[in-house]
């Protein structure tokens, strides 16, 4: 299967799926944001890649506006060169809008993993030959206050169907592209890739979270990821 068509098994899976309060709100990028998101994985995604880069659901002002894994608007508009129309989610947070390409915000995390890959290799052409970036679920949720509830604070009956089927879906895009190494972005992403992979002859470790959540990163996320890869400063 091609990412595109693990993508779209993925969100028909997910479809079926219903979750109770704490959480009110569910974004489905690969629903209403499918346009930008395909456009993502057909022109920088396509062919094997020696690292993925795995991240564990969309933010409010990233993925959830672009339908891109830490779409900062402004990096995935003008440097990926992403400008497919979309669409707004069936139920909207009034704290959370969905305006898309016209979001004026800045995903501070997207912000810092695409600027640093943007100044390490220039080119996307050139990131894109060694790496790709995915999220492990494609799903926001959101509390009523607006606040994000992460995959990992859900209901465990909620919970369970849904790593199942985020499980088995990373499973398909490391047959896919085939990498020697999976560093999730963030714990979580790190422990469900081994908990997925268990079975493949994989080197899966963590990248530092670029979020402003994490006092290290704030400190300067770039020089993380740069050690964390294996790159000279």
Request: proline share 10%.
């Amino acid at each position: 299967m091609r990412p595109a068509d693990i993508a779209l098994e993925l969100r028909s899976r997910l479809r079926s799926l219903r979750f109770s309060p704490p959480v009110t709100h569910v974004y489905d990028p690969l629903t209403y944001a499918w346009g930008p998101h395909e456009q993502y994985l057909r022109r920088w995604g396509e062919g094997p890649r020696e690292i993925l880069l795995l991240g564990m659901n969309p933010g409010p002002w990233g993925m959830a506006q672009t339908g891109v894994p830490f779409g900062e608007v402004r990096l995935a508009r003008d440097w990926l060169g992403l400008d497919a129309p979309l669409s707004r989610p069936d139920s909207e947070h009034p704290k959370r809008p969905v305006l898309g390409w016209a979001c004026p915000r800045s995903e501070v995390s997207g912000a810092r993993l695409w600027g640093w890959a943007r100044a390490r290799f220039g080119a996307p052409e050139r990131f894109f030959e060694r790496f790709f970036v995915l999220n492990y679920c494609p799903l926001l949720f959101l509390e009523q206050s607006g606040k994000n509830r992460t995959p990992d604070k859900l209901h465990g009956e909620e919970r369970t169907p849904l790593l199942a089927a985020c499980d088995e879906a990373l499973r398909r895009f490391a047959g896919y592209y085939r990498p020697e190494r999976v560093l999730g972005i963030g714990n979580f992403a790190r422990d469900r890739a081994r908990e997925a992979l268990s079975s493949a002859n994989l080197a899966i470790d963590v990248l530092p979270h670029p979020s402003p959540a994490n006092p290290a990163a704030n400190r300067g996320w770039a020089a993380l990821a740069d050690r964390a890869l294996g790159f000279s400063p």
